[in-house]
């Protein structure tokens, strides 16, 4: 399936990725790094648990899992009531044409639309900060399913050495912008830590197995 429209399903983990249009630089200061993440918090921790992510100068990559209708506060799914309302016509004119559309179609479209809400506000406020227009994303963005504990392993070694298999850092260990040290600290914060430690068994595993050899490319 291609990999810009698989479905964002309930339940379900993906690695998401995205980069700069014509790979132009998205981050230009510290500030950029930390206003993005401000806005994946306003936009999508409503409706996605974080258990890895890293931001580099012109691409990023998340794990994130999909909450269920049933996992969300009753206020937020408000939002998505409003959002299948807006849209119940034009998919049943859709219907009549042989193509259906169902409440677990129009929830997984809604997931991308905060996506896509996402990197609209921040695209704005980078074009403004750099006097430029236009898009400053791939229209896009790529997702993957990640079916199993192996690959969800997998994902988050990779993603936490994208930026020395990039050329970003020497040491992805010492890289500021991604999930690896702050799955080590203490403090309680809206990324998965605890279930991503447990994957590896303990702090001392998961440090180990990223230094390991790994596949290069997941994607």
């Not at 810009?4 to 998401?16: T, V």
């Not at 794990?63 to 799914?77: G, H, T, Y």
């Not at 169902?102 to 996506?115: G, K, P, V």
């Amino acid at each position: 399936m291609n990999k810009y429209f698989i479905p964002l399903e309930e339940g379900i983990f993906y690695h998401i990725y995205n980069q700069g249009n014509n790979r132009e630089n998205i981050f230009y200061k510290d500030e950029n790094y930390i206003y993005f993440m401000k806005k994946f918090d306003m936009y999508l921790t409503d409706f996605v648990e974080l258990y890895a992510f890293c931001l580099m100068p012109n691409h990023f990559h998340f794990l994130v899992r999909v909450k269920s209708l049933e996992e969300i506060d009753k206020n937020v799914v408000e939002k998505f009531n409003d959002y299948y309302k807006q849209r119940s016509d034009r998919y049943s004119i859709f219907s009549k044409n042989g193509i259906s559309k169902t409440s677990a179609d129009i929830y997984s479209d809604f997931i991308s639309e905060q996506f896509r809400r996402l990197f609209l506000s921040y695209s704005k406020s980078i074009n403004k900060q750099s006097d430029r227009k236009g898009s400053l994303f791939c229209k896009n963005f790529r997702r993957k399913k990640v079916s199993d504990l192996q690959y969800l392993q997998n994902v988050v070694i990779y993603i936490h050495r994208n930026p020395a298999h990039h050329g970003f850092a020497g040491d992805f260990r010492d890289y500021r912008w991604s999930s690896y040290d702050r799955m080590m600290e203490e403090k309680v914060t809206k990324l998965k830590k605890r279930e991503v430690l447990e994957w590896f068994g303990d702090k001392e595993n998961y440090r180990y197995v990223h230094c390991q050899n790994v596949e290069d490319d997941i994607e």
